[in-house]
């Protein structure tokens, strides 16, 4: 049996959204940008991708800039978000992903913002008394703080987080690159400036992704170039991720609420297995508590154990398992998760993410909850 459960880090994708992409291979090659019919047609499936893109997260077109993915989103939220409004102080935490950590930390080397990060505690919980000392004593401010944590899966309060945002003018960004397309985004109704996903997350084309920029918080591009994007972002269109990704949207709000019971149910039946049948086991940040935490994500710490310490994915992957140790570009390893180390964790218990989709069953749960049994009863 071989088990997929690294769907924070990329998902299969869906058929009908492969099916969606092919004519745009095969049949409709022209270049969005040439006025003649075979571009035409193309800048028209664009356009069509653009409104239901917005239509479903209840944004207006002129707000939806496609790029390549979550990292260039964020890149341009940031990077422009920053230079447009005058912004002179950015607020994160320490568990964000890199895309934001890595680009905010850059921009303060440089001098351009002052940066500081929130504290977080040893759940991964930030203080919004904190942040809004912070915002108190410091105009200019841009806050970036994650949608859902894609390591240990804790929730932001958005709204929370964004009414003081409003409250004191900063700018605020969110990388929701994890809750896209899994949880519902009312975007002219919720307090946010700026907004990120990438479709290999729900299904769709790796390699494709949105920006989400309200209007009245318009920025400078981040990629120079030729007028794409309504001047946002020169280059050719990656024509196939954009159909793409807006056909993956479009089948992830079809049935949101019955794809979000079905992966509860796997989630809940992984926590009560484990506590079964691996004693001492314990759950890294919220990801065990349902309703603070994103339903993908299950983040496990496992006992101390000679065997598997540093070699459990490695054996994991052995017994025809995927998992990961945090995001993806730390896969292969548990040591190096910066989520992990600002959370204290214990390095001599060696931890795993579980991430699922609507494409596993409780059968393969119960495979993988035997295959740790096993490895950790090896030592008994
Ligand atoms: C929270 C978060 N932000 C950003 C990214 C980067 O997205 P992409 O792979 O589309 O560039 C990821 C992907 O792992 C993520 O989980």
Redesign the pocket.
């Known amino acids: 049996m071989k088990v997929y459960f690294d769907n924070?880090?990329t998902t299969a994708m869906d058929d009908r959204v492969i099916e969606s992409m092919l004519p745009f291979m095969r049949s409709h090659y022209g270049n969005p940008s040439s006025v003649h019919s075979h571009g035409r047609e193309v800048r028209s499936a664009i356009e069509k991708s653009r409104k239901k893109v917005a239509e479903l997260l209840n944004a207006s077109p002129s707000e939806i800039f496609f790029t390549?993915?979550?990292?260039?989103a964020?890149n341009t939220a940031l990077v422009c978000g920053i230079e447009s409004h005058g912004i002179t102080h950015a607020i994160t935490s320490p568990i964000e992903?890199h895309?934001?950590l890595h680009t905010l930390e850059v921009l303060a080397k440089k001098g351009v913002v002052k940066l500081s990060l929130l504290d977080v505690n040893d759940k991964g919980e930030i203080e919004l008394s904190q942040l809004e000392e912070l915002l108190e004593t410091n105009p200019k401010t841009l806050v970036s703080l994650?949608h859902?944590?894609?390591e240990i899966g804790n929730l932001n309060d958005l709204e929370r987080i964004g009414g003081l945002t409003k409250e004191y003018g900063a700018f605020f960004h969110s990388?929701t690159?994890?809750t896209v397309g899994h949880f519902v985004h009312d975007l002219k109704n919720l307090p946010v400036d700026a907004i990120?996903a990438?479709?290999?997350?729900f299904h769709g084309p790796?390699g494709s992704?949105f920006l989400f920029v309200r209007k009245d918080k318009k920025i400078h591009p981040f990629i120079h170039g030729g007028a794409q994007e309504r001047n946002m972002r020169g280059g050719t269109e990656n024509v196939i991720g954009i159909i793409g990704i807006a056909k993956a949207l479009e089948l992830a709000y079809e049935d949101m609420a019955g794809h979000r019971t079905q992966i509860e149910r796997i989630k809940k039946h992984f926590i009560e297995k484990l506590y079964q049948e691996i004693p001492g086991v314990e759950f890294n940040g919220l990801s065990e508590d349902l309703a603070n935490s994103l339903y993908t994500v299950l983040n496990v710490s496992l006992p101390p154990s000679d065997s598997n310490r540093g070699m459990l994915l490695f054996n994991l992957d052995l017994e025809g398992i995927s998992a990961s140790g945090g995001?993806?570009c730390s896969s292969g390893a548990t040591v190096g998760s910066h989520v992990l180390r600002a959370l204290n964790h214990n390095p001599e218990r060696d931890s795993v993410r579980f991430s699922f989709s609507r494409f596993n069953t409780v059968e393969e749960v119960d495979f993988a909850v035997g295959k740790l049994k096993e490895l950790y009863t090896v030592e008994a």
């Open positions: 924070a880090a390549s993915g979550g990292t260039e964020d992903h895309a934001v994650m859902a944590n894609n990388d690159v994890q990120v990438g479709g290999h997350k790796k992704g995001s993806a």
